[in-house]
T-cell receptor, first 113, second 114 residues
């Protein structure tokens, strides 16, 4: 079975802190994604990566950056956390073709105080 | 740009009743269409997907969905709902030339009455 793991299920941070969210997949997928999930808004794409060291902005990249140094690992970075970044963050991975299924991790619920 | 609309934010059905969750999309070409389910505190799990061929797609847990190009719809159905189906359901559309990026609808939260 495909496994996508996220480093934390719950995080509490203070405004201005630098926050790292990590995601690891074990299926040798080329593509990895970071989404933000908010009630009524569904999932919105923050960034995705289609190869090591490659990244593309999604719909809401402001305030976030990403890093992909190894194929299996994709990190989301909040350079200076703000209260409006309180949300659920979901990581996913897939093979590169349009019909391919994205496999999701369990999510990290981040609270910024 | 593509978009996905799930008109029903919340739906409540009785256990054993039939279910239909609506999904409408906007996309110029033939889309790739997905339904995912999210149980409380969990990530998303794929229920089914359509990318070509038969417009009636069977998925896991007894779910099915029908792609209707003329109506730009991909509604999810189940003939008899179980209490364990209570969850949030997301419809998504993907395109072939965008690195497998998906656009998600806002979700429908399903509650099941005993």
């Amino acid at each position: 079975d495909v496994k996508v793991t996220q480093s934390s299920r719950y995080l509490v941070k203070r405004t201005g802190e630098k926050v790292f969210l990590e995601c690891v997949q074990d299926m040798d997928h080329e593509n990895m994604f970071w989404y933000r999930q908010d009630p009524g808004l569904g999932l919105r794409l923050i960034y995705f990566s289609y190869d090591v060291k490659m990244k593309e902005k999604g719909d809401i990249p402001e305030g976030y950056s990403v890093s992909r140094e190894k194929k299996e690992r994709f990190s989301l970075i909040l350079e200076s956390a703000s209260t409006n970044q309180t949300s659920m963050y979901l990581c996913a991975s897939s093979f590169p073709w349009g019909s391919e299924t994205q496999y999701f991790g369990p999510g990290t619920r981040l609270l910024v105080l | 740009a593509q978009s996905v609309t799930q008109p029903d934010i919340h739906i409540t059905v009785s256990e054993g009743a039939s279910l239909e969750l609506r999904c409408n999309y906007s996309y110029g070409a033939t889309p790739y269409l997905f339904w995912y389910v999210q149980s409380p505190g969990q990530g998303l799990q794929l229920l089914l997907k359509y990318f070509s061929g038969d417009t009636l797609v069977q998925g896991i847990k007894g779910f099915e969905a029908e792609f209707k190009r003329s109506q730009s719809s991909f509604n999810l159905r189940k003939p008899s709902v179980h209490w364990s189906d209570a969850a949030e359901y997301f419809c998504a559309v993907g395109e072939d030339n965008a690195g497998n990026m998906l656009t998600f609808g806002g979700g429908t939260r399903l509650m099941v009455k005993p």
